[in-house]
Nanobody, 126 residues
């Protein structure tokens, strides 16, 4: 069983930055692909970024590429999402997710992740 706890969400002005953190329990965290998703009011949950267990492989949604950076610290069971140049359209609840079933696959679909955190709210004012 894996538990994921997000933190770092806040209210920020357009153009600002935030760093989200996701702490994970479980001895095998370091072998999981980790992802970040977000869900705005009235919209479906959408992919933001994912990182493989072996640092160096990551993928991003087109809308955030060049502005957001995903990273992980396996020694501390933590994955991060650095959000720069934030825009009002980035406002959403951000969720951390873990794929414990595939070691090398980087998924973009919510159905490819089997563990989820409770989410952290990011609000960007114009």
């Amino acid at each position: 069983q894996v538990q994921l706890i997000e933190s770092g969400g806040a209210l920020v002005q357009a153009g600002g930055s935030l760093r989200l953190s996701c702490g994970a329990s479980g001895r095998t965290f370091r072998t999981y692909t980790m992802g970040w998703f977000r869900q705005a009011p009235g919209k479906e949950r959408e992919f933001v970024a994912a990182i493989s267990w072996c640092v160096g492989r990551s993928i991003y949604a087109y809308s955030v590429k060049g502005r957001f950076t995903i990273s992980r610290d396996n020694a501390n069971n933590t994955v991060y999402l650095q959000l720069n140049s934030l825009q009002p359209e980035d406002t959403a609840v951000y969720y951390c997710a873990a794929d414990s079933r595939r070691t090398y696959h980087l998924g973009r679909s919510v159905y490819e992740y089997d563990y989820w955190g409770q989410g952290t709210q990011v609000t960007v004012s114009s």
